[in-house]
């Protein structure tokens, strides 16, 4: 007969956090939210650490390169989608890639023959407003000049006519040596009031590029998520069909960690295509997923995924559990693979990170999930109701909306992920539809940063570990959850302050 697992499958809806003691040095202010992203040993540093425990879904309506920009610039990370031919999903992962670093390897490169026609479709291409003329129009060729978006007007200046006439030629640039640090290009771009310095080879190839703009961003996002070049993070999604094929191309891209996106990631299927990229590519970070209990993560763990996803059947766009009866509450399922993962960690050695992927509609589920030994999180509707998220925005009667539809509705046409049986969804495991418009991610991700930092100055805890070891939590009742809500006619216009 069946196994009948005793305990209640609950979510975040039926706990609280109680309050623990509060002493003078837990501020918002001290609160550190670094997290581990990838597997290490214990008492070492991870390979890649997030600077805020978020990540985003990896779905067609919610990462895309503009909020994998905005979000590792607030310190966490988005794993672009994979529901889209493999060299689309290389180019996004190199817009996230070139968008800024230290020293940048310009990737807006032309000759000095080629027409201004040319320089606009490869400047729109790029995104970039400067490029690098030289002799061979390549990122390393013999730097001839720099051209930029203020060089010009489309509309002004006759675009059949080469660039050579309205670029800056090198003998009037200022420029380095290989030999200069990042920390003296930085300086020398304030000292002589430069946009841009070139970094050159002795022979006068072109290295590399320093911006101005790069390093007031990084002062403007001082725990943005970036690599030992300075460059954004970015995650990419892969699937157990086409992996082979798929890896070595983001891996070229520039990704920075995988993570296999499944409904279901307790299958031989994904613990071949582990063994393949831990074979194949051992430098790369592989996520695994998804999973519910500590059986599943154990046997992931194992394959050798270097963090594992949490969550089926909870996500606000999910009908897997309607349409197949599988499942579990967030809370549980959270709380059981915390379990497994504190017992491989003793057993091995090694730990594990897990990822939180679904089940959080409030704020404070965030801090609930965390407590109860998620790492970090990964969300899919909080994302898309961002300005930087791929659904369009839409007007309605009561306010702005923006579109969001999941991985298993019929919109994305994602059928390999669900595995029916045919070339195509038989029937729909995801809905699609709308969520209110919220504006830019960065100052709706510090409203919610903000509220989990007092979260947990109230739990009297100032790192994600401390919280974890000492958060107690308390069942809820239903009346006691409709005490939690505020119980008086809400104004519907602003008071007046005198």
């Known amino acids: 007969m069946a196994q009948i697992i005793a305990e209640v499958s609950r979510t975040f809806n039926e706990f609280l956090l109680l309050p623990n003691r509060t002493r003078t040095d837990t501020t918002a202010a001290t ?35 503009e909020l994998a920009i905005a979000l590792a610039r607030s310190g966490g990370l988005s794993f672009l989608h994979h529901n889209q031919p493999v060299q689309d999903q290389a180019a996004a992962v190199r817009q996230v890639k070139n968008f800024k670093a230290g020293f940048v390897t310009s990737d807006t490169n032309v000759r000095p023959d080629d027409s201004l026609g040319h320089l606009v479709d490869v400047m729109r291409g790029t995104g970039h407003s400067t490029a690098a003329v030289t002799h061979d129009g390549t990122a390393t060729g013999r730097l001839l000049g720099l051209v930029t978006s203020r060089d010009f007007h489309p509309q002004r200046h006759d675009l059949a006519g080469p660039v050579s006439g309205r670029m800056t030629a ?3 640039l ?73 890896v070595p191309a983001l891996l070229e891209a520039g990704a920075d960690a995988l993570c296999f996106d499944s409904s279901d990631g307790y299958s031989d299927w994904q613990a071949q295509a582990l063994a393949w990229v831990k074979k194949h590519h051992p430098e790369v970070p592989v996520g695994g ?34 349409q197949k009866g599988i499942g579990r509450g967030q809370a549980s399922a959270v709380l059981d693979v915390a379990a497994a993962r504190d017992a491989f960690r003793e057993r091995t050695g090694e730990y594990v990170p897990i990822c939180s992927d679904g089940g959080l509609v409030h704020d404070y589920h965030v801090a609930l999930a965390l407590a109860m030994g998620a790492d970090f ?35 994305a046409r994602n059928w390999q992920r669900y595995g029916q049986g045919g070339q195509g969804l038989l029937f729909e495991e995801g809905v699609d539809g709308y969520v209110p418009y919220a504006g830019d991610l960065e100052e709706g991700l510090a409203l919610t940063v903000a509220k989990l930092k007092t979260t947990m100055v109230s739990c009297g805890s100032r790192t994600l570990p401390e919280f974890q070891s000492s958060a107690r939590l308390t069942l809820v009742s239903d009346q006691s959850f409709q005490e939690s809500h505020a119980n008086v006619t809400l104004r519907d216009t602003p008071a007046t302050v005198s």
């Not at 425990?53 to 309506?61: G, V, Y």
Request: hydrophobic content about 40%; aromatic content about 8%; glycine content about 10%.
């Open 170 to 172: 090198v003998a009037d």
């Open 377 to 411: 999180v990964m969300m899919g509707r909080y994302f898309a109701r961002f300005d930087q998220a791929a659904g369009a925005k839409l007007p309605t009667r009561d306010g702005f909306v923006k579109e969001y539809w999941g991985e298993g509705s019929n919109r």
């Open 289 to 322: 997923g998804n999973v519910v209990d500590g059986e599943a993560f154990t046997f992931l763990a194992e394959a050798g995924a270097d963090f594992v996803k949490v969550g089926v059947g909870g996500g606000s766009i999910c009908i897997t559990r309607d």
């Open 31 to 65: 609160v550190e939210l670094r997290a581990p992203l990838v597997r290490h040993v214990v008492g070492e540093a991870p390979a890649i650490e997030l600077q805020s425990p978020f990540t985003s879904a990896i779905m067609q309506a919610v990462s895309t390169p």
């Open 174 to 246: 200022a420029h380095a040596g290989p030999e200069i640090t990042l920390s003296e290009a930085n300086a020398r771009l304030w000292d002589e009031r430069l946009d841009c310095l070139p970094v050159l080879t002795a022979e006068g190839h072109l290295q590399h590029l320093v911006f101005r703009s790069d390093y007031a961003d990084n002062k403007r996002f001082p725990n943005q998520l970036v690599d030992a070049a300075k460059r954004l993070r970015v995650g990419a999604g892969i699937n157990t069909h086409d992996y082979q094929e798929r």
